[in-house]
């Protein structure tokens, strides 16, 4: 049998579906006088380019690490496709059947969207095996079934020649084309069924749209039309998208089943895992009396076990830094700016940007700011000298790699609790797209996730964000902008969705700096030795409402040679008591303006209230600026209503802690700002008053 030109064929889309073994491959050479193959084991990977233009034809192994996603069932039978083909897809519906190399017997093929253990795939492809035998008998070669576990047995692999090319249910021959289209729907057996399709197809096309528009998929229909064999009604089509006219059709069970049934020419149920559920799902009633458990936190507010926490911020704001010092605090128990940690254990850092040795010179530094180790607990660490690719993206899905199984050894073997991973965009390959959600959510969720979910620990990663600032100035006011703090993080919200907790670093600017800190500072230092640390998201915590000013120290680290050489490290400063103190200076001078317009506020009040509105615009005419015109109405009203939120919000401590709410005036009334969403109309706050009982 000639070679074939496999000018059809996707060769990336065969490397996607199949799972094989890379060390060795069967070569076959035609056949023996006896009709017998001519094929041997060679060492070497299969070239699936050559193997799909015919020219080297090849086999191999349907296991790879201990993993499989191929199922293959021999049958040694001349058996009409349209038999086989329906007896195929009764049993399974995601069964394929693909002509031998000799162009007479089958191969019927399972293409498993994932890999598993080959153990677990091998026992399904032994069930499938035994439904076989209750039609064909001893015809079906469970001697060569795959994926098999004695290491030697091998299968020819598809689209060789032009025999070996797939059928559809009914037993049409498929092009490449509609062969994808299969495998991509497989999941649904109304769809999956339109592959090679010949009749009745426009039956099958309305009720096939009526299933798309009932899931969401109608930006499908076009793709389950082509999959057809020459169906060109380009009007009937038009009819179903502007006219709707599928829309009228039911589509449960039994209307699949009698269509399928229809064109298998066979009776057909629906299996019952596609089925449609009419069982409830199992939940478990609250009940007030459960026994509520700590949650198991690592660092509190930071990091907590089985759950992952990103530090983002701009390229060279200290994100290594900050990562390095959290290594060594998970590891030896030394506090970290003032927070403890709750659990220590074995850390794995993964700086992909750094060398081992610039790790070590961090690391060193860290021992000599935060304190000795005690070495209970070990950090490992792996630099740019090991590239580390945990994911594998293409177009149809995304995989584990070698490596990631390696790390999951790593984690068991050395005990390892907490993975530190810088930059999270390093750790993956192929057709990655860091703004896709669907990448970024299954990044995230099916492989990052899990190893801390194994690890019983957490996943810390970091990652560099759009150049939004996290703080900004208000009326002299220092304030923390922890939206943007939260979205500042770049590529796609899925990664912010995902994480639990997220920690923001904003380097200090020249005009925060000259604005609200230079005048206090007399150590010699500027803003650039400055970085803020912000509590931008946490999933089960308030987060802090102001920012963490961090100094960059230089350390300096004795090499082998007798020398030494500098690094930074993070140090707690005072600049976060500049803030606080100046902040309180401003609410005291809030709260003494607001005291002096009490007479105004009491002449407009109904009721012993009055709408916050109504006091703004009132107090506007009297304010310094009302009359220069450069002054725009807009800003007078906002300053106004933004000292009389902070003023009429604001809690006076008392004996106990913070007691009183909003100001206490001498009519013998407490006054206080008042938000009621269940107001009708705009006005929504108020400033309210009631007797002031702990007065008396």
């Known amino acids: 049998m000639g070679a074939h030109t496999g000018i059809d064929v996707d060769v990336n889309f065969l490397q996607q579906i199949l799972l094989y073994n890379k060390s060795k491959y069967l070569l076959w050479d035609g056949y023996r006088r006896d009709g017998t193959k001519k094929q041997k084991w060679v060492e070497g990977a299969v070239d699936l380019e050559l193997h799909s233009k015919g020219i080297k034809k090849q086999g191999g192994l349907l296991i790879e690490d201990g993993k499989a996603k191929n199922i293959v069932i021999d049958i040694d039978g001349e058996i009409p496709a349209d038999k086989i083909a ?13 002509k031998s190399p000799s162009g007479r017997k089958w191969h019927i093929w399972k293409f498993l969207p994932e890999a598993k253990p080959a153990k677990e795939v091998h026992a399904e492809a032994k069930k499938i095996e035994k439904e076989f035998i209750k039609i064909y008998g001893k015809i079906v070669d469970v001697g060569k079934t ?94 179903i998208k502007n006219k709707k006219i599928h829309e009228k059709y039911d589509v449960g069970q039994k209307a699949i089943s009698n269509l399928i049934s229809t064109i298998l020419m066979e009776d057909y149920k629906l299996p019952e895992a596609d089925a449609e ?22 660092i ?35 506090l970290i700016f003032g927070k403890t940690i709750e659990k220590r254990g074995n850390v794995l850092i993964v700086a992909a940007e750094e060398t081992q040795n610039e790790m070590d010179i961090r ?96 996943i810390i990663a970091g990652h560099h964000t759009n150049k939004l600032s996290m703080v900004y100035t208000q009326d002299n006011e220092l304030l923390v902008d922890n939206q943007n703090a939260l979205m500042a993080a770049r590529g796609a919200s899925a990664l912010i969705g995902a994480a639990r907790f997220v920690l923001g670093l904003n380097p200090m600017t020249k005009k925060l700096w000259d604005q609200h800190f230079k005048e206090h500072i007399t150590d010699g230092s500027n803003f650039v030795h400055y970085t803020g640390l912000i509590e931008a998201k946490s999933n089960y915590n308030i987060i802090a409402d102001d920012i963490s000013w961090l100094k960059k120290d230089s350390v300096e680290i004795e090499t082998d040679d007798g020398f030494t ?51 703004v615009v009132e107090l506007l005419t009297q304010d310094p600026d009302f009359a220069d015109q450069n002054v725009l109405e807009a800003t007078i009203k906002t300053r106004i209503r933004r000292k009389l ?52």
């Open 645 to 696: 939120e902070n003023g009429f919000s604001g809690k006076e401590e008392g004996k106990n802690g913070l007691e009183r709410t909003g100001i206490e005036h001498d009519d013998g009334f407490n006054y206080w700002l008042k938000i009621d969403h269940g107001r009708e109309g705009a006005a929504k706050k108020f400033i309210v008053r009631a007797k002031d009982f702990r007065r008396n």
């Open 565 to 615: 050489e500098s690094t930074g490290v993070y140090a707690t400063t005072d600049l976060n008591k500049v803030t606080k103190a100046k902040n309180k200076l401003k609410a005291a001078k809030n709260l003494q303006w607001c005291k002096a317009q009490m007479p105004t506020i009491i002449k407009l009040m109904t009721d012993d209230e009055v709408t916050l509105n109504k006091v």
């Open 146 to 239: 795959q994926p098999s576990l004695n290491g030697f047995t091998g299968i020819n692999f598809p689209f060789c020649t032009d025999a070996q090319y797939p059928y559809s249910p009914a037993g049409v021959k498929l092009t490449f084309e509609q062969f994808k289209y299969r495998i991509k729907f497989q999941d649904h057996p109304l769809l999956a069924i339109a592959a090679g399709l010949e009749h009745p197809r426009h039956d099958a096309l309305i009720l096939m749209a009526a299933y798309l528009h009932k899931k969401g998929m109608m930006q499908h229909l076009d793709e389950v039309a082509a999959a057809m064999n020459n169906f060109d009604d380009a009007a009937y089509i038009d009819r």
């Open 363 to 458: 690391l060193a530094a860290c021992k000599q700011q935060m304190g000795k180790n005690d070495g209970k607990f070990k950090i490992y660490k792996r630099g740019l000298e090991q590239d580390l690719k945990l994911v594998k993206f293409t177009p149809a899905a995304a995989q584990q790699t070698k490596q990631y199984k390696q790390l999951e050894n790593t984690i068991k073997n050395k005990d390892i609790k907490y993975i530190i991973l810088d930059p999270l965009i390093n750790f993956q390959s192929g057709t990655y797209d860091e703004n896709s959600n669907q990448n970024m959510d299954a990044y995230i969720k099916n492989f990052l996730i899990p190893l801390a979910v194994k690890m019983e620990g957490a």
């Open 86 to 98: 329906a007896a195929a897809y009764k049993i399974d519906h995601k069964l394929i059947p693909i």
């Open 300 to 334: 509190h507010g930071w990091l907590l076990e089985k759950a992952l926490t990103l530090v983002v911020g701009q390229p060279g704001v200290g994100k290594t830094m900050l990562l390095h010092m959290l290594a060594y605090a998970l590891a030896t128990g030394n």
């Open 277 to 298: 559920v009419t069982e409830e799902l199992e939940i478990t009633e609250h009940t007030g009396v459960e026994r509520i458990q700590k949650r198991p936190w690592l």
